[in-house]
């Protein structure tokens, strides 16, 4: 390279355009030209590439680089090197100067060029969607009942094992009850008895106080009739004057008290036949049912030996072994009905005003992809204190019994159902630089617009924007990150329609329509 051409690349280094990347280059031609040893390139604004090219040149050329500074602004350094390069050397570093030099340049020139920004949009669409409130839970039996014996005796004998299915009223365990039947049997025949006595009392002749009282009341009947007679003769007599009044008074007095003698005597005897006798019944009745009370507590007692199950389901857990003492308080059985399981899961109080009875829920295990369906059924009217959440009950079939209880599930309830409202897919949102949620709109000039906008509700698939999109404006789904308030952008389509979009080419030969055989005595077209 001659004095003419380093004239010519310094006067182009002198320009405003490159005064920046070719610094460094220049200065090593200069250097190398004249056969110095050494370069200075004082605040060299040039790139990265640069840099490591200014560095193998100085390997290449045997130098030594003793580097000082490295900034935005530049690079500064020293390359040494104790003794002029040779020819050879020199020239392929001035080759390689000159190829940083058109890097240097054709960067500047790329910089001015406006960038196109590829991205896929999507057009607000105007849905339903549904207000879905998630948490996970943990699962219990439908129904389930912890069987404990009423009586302390040891166990004779179990009928069911862990894991066997049973129903309501079966006979699940005996206890040992040979007293308790012989105290039964005692009871039933006291029970015999005191029946036999109230039939007896029911059933048998007057008593003995009645047969006297009744005959008692016939004497003094008699007796009445004899002084009643005996004082109308004398008062007759004495009419007819042949007889004294003393006498006919002193007859008087002897009827009036025969006359009480009798009334007392037929009361008492009233009173035997009604009072008396109601009385004996009542006490042999009495006896009856307490001799009947006493067998059926006797039977009930022999009763509680048999374990018997209080609802249909299956034995999740038995205690004790034939031949240990089950004692009263101790769950000697447990009978889970697993046919249908609940769901309890915590919800926050924000969420849990959208809830009610009955709304639609499923319910998900967490190791698994299957979905089942159910509903609410409780959501609890207190907040816990401890939690400061809401208990809300969440009911399914279990086909199969495969949900266990007491895994982790997960719950999704749908609480409501907007309709008409604006949607776009999630990837559209973007986090803006004041903390909120914006858009990359795309217009008709393809020019990318940033949009703050307000969102609602969400599902997977879609979110509802509540304020700051229109129905049918296209947001940027794919490409949107990094994309600047008025940057000019290309609309490209998915992959999946690209490849839909096959050449006719590239399509199978079954997809191709067939040539137009022609008919008979007809040439073929070409």
Known sequence: MGKEDLRGVER?????????????????????????????????????????????YCAKLDFSLARSTTSKVGFSGACLNPKPA???????????????????????????????VPVQVSPAQTESIRRIVEADGILYPR????????????????????????????????????????????????????????????????????????????????????????????????????LASKLVDDAQVAYVQARSQYDTAQQHLEALQSVGKQEQIKT???????AKAHYQGSEAQLSYSEIRSPISGV????????????????????????SRVVARANIPQGQAGYLKVGDPATVTQTDSAEKLAGKVIVVSPAVDPSSTTVQVWVETANPGERLKPGITVHVSIVAAVIDHAVVVPPAALLPAEDGSTQVIVVGADSVAHARKIETGVREADKVQVVEGLKPGEQVVTVGGLGVDDGTKVRVEKPAAEKAD??????????????????????????
């Open 143 to 242: 129904n389930q009942a912890s069987v404990m014996p009423k009586i302390s005796a040891p166990v004779r004998s179990f009928y069911v094992n862990r894991g066997d299915h049973v129903r309501q009223g079966q006979l699940l365990a005996l206890l040992e009850n040979r007293d308790l039947a012989a105290a039964a049997q005692e009871s039933k025949g006291q029970w015999n008895q005191a029946e036999a006595n109230y039939r007896s009392t029911t059933a048998a002749a007057v008593p003995e106080q009645v047969i006297k009282a009744q005959a008692d009341v016939k004497a003094n009947k008699e007796a009445l009739d004899a002084a009643k007679k005996v004082y109308e003769n004398r008062q007759k007599l004495y009419k007819e004057g042949a």
């Open 501 to 526: 979009e096959k050449p006719e080419a590239e399509k199978p030969a079954a997809e191709k329509p067939e040539a137009k055989k022609p008919a008979a005595g007809e040439k073929a077209e070409p």
């Open 315 to 338: 034995i999740a857990d038995r205690a004790v072994y034939p031949g240990e003492m089950a004692n009263t308080g101790s769950p000697l059985l447990t009978v889970m009905d697993v």
């Open 12 to 56: 182009a280094c002198r320009k405003p355009r490159g005064a920046g990347e070719l610094c460094a280059p220049l200065q090593i031609l200069h250097l190398l030209a004249g056969g110095a040893g050494a370069f200075a390139c004082q605040r060299a604004n040039f790139s990265s590439p640069a840099r490591r090219a200014v560095l193998a």
């Open 86 to 116: 040779p020819r050879k050397m020199r020239h392929a570093a001035v080759l390689a100067a000159l190829v940083l030099l058109s890097v240097g340049c054709a960067k500047k020139e790329e910089k001015e060029a406006e960038p196109i």
């Open 284 to 290: 042999a009745e009495a006896q009856v049912e307490t």
